[in-house]
């Protein structure tokens, strides 16, 4: 996989908006979390002074900072960690911490982002990662350069695309034409042309949809039926290459829960015989 600015190329070829927080969505989270686990630092450590009363100060000053280390990096990485990267600012504003190459963090990149926060979010008030969010492309703090990782939007992202059907007088076509298999980029660019070509200019939309149309016509044979519209012809190609794929995949589906069956008999369907 490919970073590639603010998206992911996956080894099929599609490009994925990785959806990187902005700075002031990130100052927000922190600052809700910093609060929470600063208040919740402050009144457990009331009722530990207190239990601690008799103790003397070398012992109480090693409780101290072994709650310290606990309260404000085990404990946010441990959260971290089992709710795959999510906190309650982060819930709060609809952010995710996830890998560089768009995973789930394990405990190791989490414990290197609450280590470095306890310098840059606590010891420093934030300057520090404010100021290094500021100058990184995705909004990266100390800690996400650390660990490989970065703050992702899951709220408020780009709406799914509406679904395609065939065309109506193309269906005939579709099922006898022999369509080779599409570049992953071109069906991903005549996916989103036919997503947005209702917002665009309609010299741009028909300069596009022509240039489209004439690059699938090599994957197809025969052509669509004389006078098609170039966008009607890249729906039908797409939603024949798409119900195809699905039947493929059904097949193959079917092949292996029988094959399961099979398999899970003893022996191979053959009842057994009593002693």
Known sequence: MTIVEDELLIGEGVVLDAGAAPVTMRMLSGAIDVLTYGVTFIVTMTFLTRAAGSLND??????????????????????????RGRSLGRIAVGLRIVRDDGGPVSFRFALARSTAGLLEEYLTLGII??????????????????????AMRT??????????????????????????????????????????AASMHVESRMRLGQQIAAQMSDY???????????????????????????A??????????????????????????EN
């Open 58 to 83: 070398a012992a109480f000053r090693a409780i101290l900072i072994a709650w310290l280390v606990t309260w404000l990096i085990l404990l946010p990485a441990g959260i971290e960690t089992l709710t």
């Open 129 to 150: 990662a404010v100021s290094t969010s500021m100058f990184s492309r995705r909004g990266k703090r100390m800690g996400d350069h650390m660990a490989g990782t970065y």
């Open 155 to 196: 709220r408020g992202g780009t709406r799914a695309l509406p679904p395609l059907n065939m065309p109506y007088g193309l269906e005939g076509w579709a099922t006898t034409a022999d369509f080779r298999r599409l570049p992953d980029g071109l069906a991903l660019t005549a996916r989103m042309f036919l997503g947005r």
């Open 220 to 246: 197809v044979a025969p052509g669509p039926p004389a006078g098609t519209h170039p966008e009607t012809f890249i729906a039908g190609v797409l939603a024949a290459r798409r119900d195809r794929e699905y």
């Open 248 to 273: 493929i995949e059904t097949t193959r589906m079917r092949r292996r829960d029988a094959d399961s069956a099979l398999v899970r008999s003893l022996p191979f369907d053959v009842p057994d015989v």
